[in-house]
């Protein structure tokens, strides 16, 4: 009657559901498979095992469609994922798994990044250890060069004194040629009294 085709329709629904369900959990189940590039040959038995039940299934829904409520683009999908699922499967166990390999690649793709930083780490180290030598360059250059200015200094104040004793060595000189001048004056005064005194003395002899 009405009642059991309402209840078989709704199973069929649910059945339409339930394979969808499944084929998600199979394809994620491969999916974590090829990730850890795994070849557990039991576990791709079982998966194979389903995807075969969830192709038989498929194909009695395809039989009858629209008790499933399927459309025939619905159909063709299906089986397109199925038949992508079974030769995703076929591959792995043949050892030639695109996915497999990618994730291989994705592996040495992060040790050669791994392996750039550490390379970038040694070379910031480097970089690091070269401006501490330079800061000890800088400073030494910097003590020594407070050195020489020290020097410069001292030689400045040495300067100094030796120009201020030219300078009063030469006063010293300076007077004692005055002193000089004068002694060689009052000679001659002396000489020319003499001479004075001895032609008054004959003036009056």
Excluded at 127 to 152: C, F, P, S, Y
């Amino acid at each position: 009657g009405f009642g059991c085709r309402v209840a078989h329709l709704f199973l069929s629904f649910l059945s339409r559901q339930a394979w969808m369900e499944r084929f998600h959990t199979c394809s994620q189940r491969l999916k974590d498979l090829r990730a850890a590039g795994s070849m557990d040959h039991s576990e791709i038995s079982v998966l194979e095992a389903e995807g075969n039940a969830l192709d038989r299934e498929l194909t009695e829904m395809a039989q009858k469609p629209a008790d499933f409520f399927m459309s025939s683009s619905e159909v063709a999908r299906r089986k397109s994922l199925i038949a992508s699922y079974k030769e995703q499967l076929h591959n792995l166990r043949m050892g030639r798994d695109p996915g497999a390999a990618g994730a291989d690649q994705g592996q040495q793709m992060k040790q050669r990044q791994k392996d750039i930083m550490a390379l970038q780490d040694d070379m910031i180290a480097d970089i690091g250890k070269g401006v501490d030598r330079l800061g000890n360059t800088a400073n030494k250059i910097k003590d020594e060069t407070q050195l020489h200015v020290r020097l410069l200094d001292e030689m400045d104040v040495d300067v100094d004194r030796a120009t201020a004793g030219l300078r009063a060595e030469a006063r010293h000189a300076e007077q004692i040629r005055l002193k000089s001048q004068n002694c060689y004056l009052y000679i001659c005064i002396a000489i020319l009294s003499c001479v004075l005194l001895l032609l008054i003395v004959l003036g009056f002899s």
